[in-house]
Structures are given as C-alpha cells and as structure tokens.
C-alpha cells in the first residue's frame, strides 16, 4: 500500500466551528501537538482561506500572520500550508505568509473554475512553494468534467490534487469514481478533503485511500464547518489497523483531541438537522453557522434555508446571498398567512 500522508486542518476547516476566534497560544499548542505526532502538514488559515476575516466571512480574532507565526515556532517536522481562494486571498497574502516560514499552499477553487488559481499557482511557485490545486464541491461534477478541471492544475505544476467534498454530499462509490479517474490519467498525487454531514467522513476517507490517494485532510475532534471533518484520531487508528504505511501517532492525536481542542469547541461537532440538510442537499458546508443565524432572524427552520439553497446551486463565496434567500422565504411565509 502506499505511504499515507496526513493533513491537519483543525486549524483551518476547524476555525469554522470556533467562528474564527483561534488564538496564537491555541496555535501554538495545537500546532506543537500535532508536530510532535508526526502529522505531515499542517494548514492554518482563516476557514475560508488567508484573507477569508472579513464581516462577509467572518472577523477571526486575531491577525493570522500572528497565528501562522506561533505555529511555525512550534513545527520541527511538518509542512505548514495555507489555504487560498481566488477572489478572497491575494497574492500579497501569499509574499506575506511565506515570509511567516508557511511552505505550502493549496489553491482552492469551484470544481469547475480550476483556471482562476493559475496565476496563484504560478506566484508560488516562483515563491518556492509546494502548491496544491484544490476542487470544492466536487459532487457538482462528473468524474470526467472534475478531470478536465484537474489537468489545468497540472499543467501549472502542482505537486498535488486534493478533491474536496466540500459539501459533505459524496458515498464511498461516488469517492471512488472520482479518485480512480485521477490515479489512473494523471501523474501527480492524489488527496481528499471529507466533511461528516451525512456520516460518511471516515468511510469516505478510507474510499479513496483504497483507490490510491495520498493524502488525507483530517481535524482532531472532526472540528470542521458544518457536522465537521474526517476525525484525526479516529481516521488514523483505522489506517493503520487496516495495514496502511503511516508514521502518524494515533495515540498523541486522541490526546491532542481531548485535552486542546475539545475544550475550545462551542457544540460538539455532531450530525444535527441543519448539518444533515448541508449533505443531503449538496450546500457548501461554511454556510452552516450562516444560515443558523440567517433563520433565527428572520423566525425560520434551517432546514427550509438549506433546501432552497440547494435548488439555487450556490456555491462558495455567496454567503452574502444566504440573507437574500432567508429574506425571501420569510416573505412568502407571511404572504402564505403561515
């Protein structure tokens, strides 16, 4: 079987559930923990990408040059990575966050819009990155379309593809069928980013493990947007009863969960209604904590929001429009007399 490489992003998915109020002391510790169980990467970013505090997205509590900062001091062994968005982060956040020690960038996209990272990609590049060409949403496309999307990544050098099922949506066949088509017609390796909405974070995971990925996204506790993500601890321990090459400390991760960040997570990150409605309805996973207010507003169950997201197709970077579409049902509603 192949090596197995691990990708925190408790600090960065995680930020979601914490509504961006991570410290650098937090960093620090966790970053320090999970370095010393040889974790391979770890991403520490805004949970929508560098540059992602914002009132759109969410003010984080601190500047996160400061948190990359307390996190490269305490990494002897791990990639520290980032994430980018096209249209959120900027290359002038990239020059910064380099210049913090972060070594590794992944580039995230719709699964369908790989070529607005092009120029991010390259500005990486020449900043002697490692980068990462990251496809969101990945249940709105077919295999074939996600990897037409894939080769405009290649042809930009990645070191990398990691496919995200940003909305929690995915099965393990679906998995699958993505992950083989990319092993089997490209050259670069292959990762996974799994959210828990419908269940299936850890089977997802395991999926594509077994159709080859190389990387696997994971957070301690599944601290994540939405109903979370693939469980470190819980992800790593079955990897390696399943015989897979991981140097991970499974046991440093169930400690690293129980005594950092459980005791900073505001709910436990369990599959509630609203988390459900974001897989079974294909919404972007971030959009939970929007919505949630969104319907105590304006008097409305989630779930209706969740729905009639899901009809319109909305996509990362239109949590603006999550107010339009509470505005609107709650109209209708009065209208209705209901």
């Known amino acids: 079987m192949s090596k197995i490489k691990i990708v925190d992003t408790t600090m960065r998915d995680g930020s979601h559930a914490i509504k961006h109020q991570y ?5 620090g510790r966790i970053a320090g923990a999970l370095d010393a169980c040889k974790v391979d990467v770890i991403e520490v970013s805004h949970g929508d990408g560098i540059g992602g505090s914002s009132i759109n997205y969410g003010f984080g509590k601190c500047d996160e040059m400061e948190l990359l900062k307390a996190a490269r001091v305490n990494i002897q062994h791990a990639e520290l990575a980032v994430l980018l968005l096209p249209g959120i982060g900027t290359i002038e956040d ?3 966050a380099r210049e913090t020690g972060v070594s590794m960038v992944r580039v995230a996209t719709h699964v369908t819009e790989a070529d607005i990272a092009i120029q991010h990609l390259k500005a990486a590049k020449l900043l002697g990155m490692k980068t990462v060409g990251f496809l969101m949403m990945t249940h709105m496309a077919s295999p074939e379309t996600i990897l037409e999307q894939s080769k405009i990544f290649v042809d930009c050098g990645v070191d990398y593809i990691n ?4 909305a929690g949506y995915l099965t393990p066949d679906m998995v699958r069928e993505r992950i083989s088509i990319l092993k089997s017609k490209l050259d670069v390796p292959v990762g996974f980013h799994a959210h828990n909405n419908l269940g299936l974070a850890v089977a997802n995971a395991m999926a594509a493990a077994g ?15 939405g109903a979370g993500n693939a469980q470190s601890e819980v992800l790593c321990s079955v990897l390696q009863r399943e015989g897979y090459d991981l140097a991970v400390d499974s046991y440093g991760l169930m400690d690293a969960a129980q005594d950092l960040v459980e005791p900073i997570m505001l709910r436990p990150q369990v599959i509630d209604t609203a988390s459900l409605m974001l897989g079974y309805a294909g919404v972007y996973s971030s959009f939970y904590i929007h919505t949630c207010r969104a ?6 169950n989630p779930r ?13 970077g239109q949590e603006d429009m999550i107010i339009d579409v509470a505005y609107a049902l709650a109209e209708k509603k009065k209208a209705e007399g209901k």
């Open 304 to 316: 209706d929001i969740l729905v009639e997201i899901g009809k319109r197709k909305m996509v990362g």
């Open 23 to 27: 410290t650098p002391e937090m960093v």
């Open 295 to 300: 319907a105590e507003r304006f008097g409305l």
């Open 94 to 96: 990239l020059k910064q």
């Open 211 to 225: 159709e080859g990925a190389q990387y696997l996204d994971v957070t301690l506790r599944g601290i994540g947007a």
């Open 163 to 166: 496919l995200a099922d940003s």
